[in-house]
């Protein structure tokens, strides 16, 4: 199993914590990455892959696969155990909500704070717009955020045993920490489940890469991993 993957690439990321909860391995392709010129140049096998010329892509007995939701989904049918989604319709459904939730509606705001791991720009006026943008995106995560604590009441997981869900969120939750969004500490039972999480091995083991590949590619964030 080949996985094109980005060090710092919060989807690809995504697919590794689930590969590693499945016990699969797999051979890990890195493209290239900067601060300054975005995922370039892109590697032929991805573009050839992927229309959106996008990582994660996963190629697996002859099969080839793009985005990370897809290729959850399919590792799933591949290699059913562990199980990484719930047995019933139902609680699948509402699992595969949190992800959409995490990927393409937290990703919105927390696109607004990217700018923070960039080089300050030498015009000033941009880093004061991009920050006036960032502040304007905080409110919102601390709104996702609350909607996670609200599925969170009474549970260890977001869909009953730990699935999916747990993944995806973590991931938008640990970006938001990680570019000096919001603290968790008014969100008692969402800063648990972060941590919970975390001392799982392979969260805990991307979490630390994710940590060694910013000290290499970024600038520091102000305020990132606050309380
Ligand atoms: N919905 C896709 C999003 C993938 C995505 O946005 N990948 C980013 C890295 S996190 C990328 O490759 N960006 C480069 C580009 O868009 O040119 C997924 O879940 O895989």
Known sequence: MKLYSGALSLF??????ALHEKGLSF????????????????????LAANPKGQVPVLVDNGVTLYDSTVILEYLEDAYPAPALYPDRPEERARCR??????????????????????????DEGRWIANEAKARDAEPVIAGHFAKLEDA?????????????????????????RRLGGPSLKPFPALAAWYAGLSERSAFGRIVAEIAEADRELSAPVDGAFRD
Do not use: N, W
Not at 12 to 17: A, C, G, L
Not at 98 to 111: K, N, S, T
């Open 12 to 17: 690809s990321r995504k697919v590794e914590i």
């Open 27 to 46: 051979e890990r392709v890195q493209v290239p990455f900067s601060q300054t010129r975005g995922y370039s140049p892109k590697d032929p096998a991805v």
């Open 97 to 122: 909500l949190i992800d959409v939730f995490a990927d393409e509606v937290m990703l919105v705001p927390l696109r607004a704070l990217m700018h923070r791991t960039e080089p300050r720009p030498d």
């Open 152 to 176: 969170l009441a009474g549970r260890r997981f977001l869909c009953g045993r730990f699935s999916v869900a747990d993944i995806s969120a973590f991931m938008a939750v640990h970006y938001a």
